[in-house]
């Protein structure tokens, strides 16, 4: 495959995003509460409420799950995601429906940033951070904004050696980006949670997939 120039493939919204919101606080409760199936619950005990528990045990559970987070907001930004990777896939001259593309999501949930310096990686290059092994397209990654302004995502575009691109975060904005970019968020100091829902996307066979997440694929669902 040809490398393209990168680019970023979004999608806006109209969702009630008040509503979201509380659905996703209370969704996190019962993460904690031991209500989600899937996640063990010696790793339940490690956390009690902590900054950003649902990031950490995303591995546990796929937010696109249906049966376990039903909501009409999360079905519409499912399909949404399948027409952006279909621009991404022409964009990348990827045979899209010979690549069966699979997705496993979840949901960022941060508290204002405190005393320990921040999560921005403009202070701390650690916090950058890609995924699935940074190869870059076929495979994708990205996220979708509940309460995220105002703040920026800062992209490195290129690989590590990249400069920083600000991504500016817009409520109820989704988008796409091939991996092979590291990225990371700024500080975040609103007295409510700052809220995204987070995505990766791969093809069915993929022998990079395979490798990285084989233990994982029972939360992978089709795109």
């Known amino acids: 495959m040809i490398k393209k120039e990168h680019k970023f493939f979004e999608v806006i919204m109209e969702n009630d995003l ?21 996640i063990p619950s010696e790793e339940l005990s490690k956390y ?13 559970y ?19 995601l399948r027409g952006a990777m279909k621009s991404a896939a022409e964009y990348y ?13 979840w949901f960022n949930l941060d508290f204002a940033s405190g005393s320990e310096g921040g999560v921005s990686p403009l202070k ?19 996220y979708y904004c509940v309460n995220a302004e105002p703040s920026i995502t800062y992209y490195k575009i290129g690989g590590h050696d990249g400069i920083p691109f600000e991504n ?14 590291p990225h990371g968020r700024d500080d975040w100091y609103d007295e409510k949670p700052r809220i995204t829902i987070a995505y990766d996307i791969a093809p069915s066979k993929s022998s990079e997939r395979d490798q990285i997440w084989a233990d994982e694929m029972s939360n992978w669902i089709p795109l």
């Open 62 to 80: 796929n937010i696109f799950d249906k049966e376990l987070f039903g909501h009409d907001a999360l079905r519409d930004l499912h399909r949404e």
């Open 124 to 142: 701390n290059m650690k916090h950058f951070h890609d995924h699935m092994g940074g190869e870059g397209a076929p495979v994708f990654h990205g």
């Open 93 to 105: 001259e990827i045979d899209y429906d010979a690549s069966n593309y699979m997705i496993h999501g």
């Open 18 to 38: 008040v509503e979201l919101n509380s659905f996703l606080i209370q969704k996190q409760n019962d993460i904690l509460a031991g209500s989600i199936p899937g």
């Open 168 to 181: 500016i975060n817009k409520n109820n904005r989704a988008i796409v980006s091939e991996t092979g970019h």
């Open 48 to 60: 009690d409420k902590l900054n950003g528990v649902t990031t950490q045990l995303s591995r546990y």
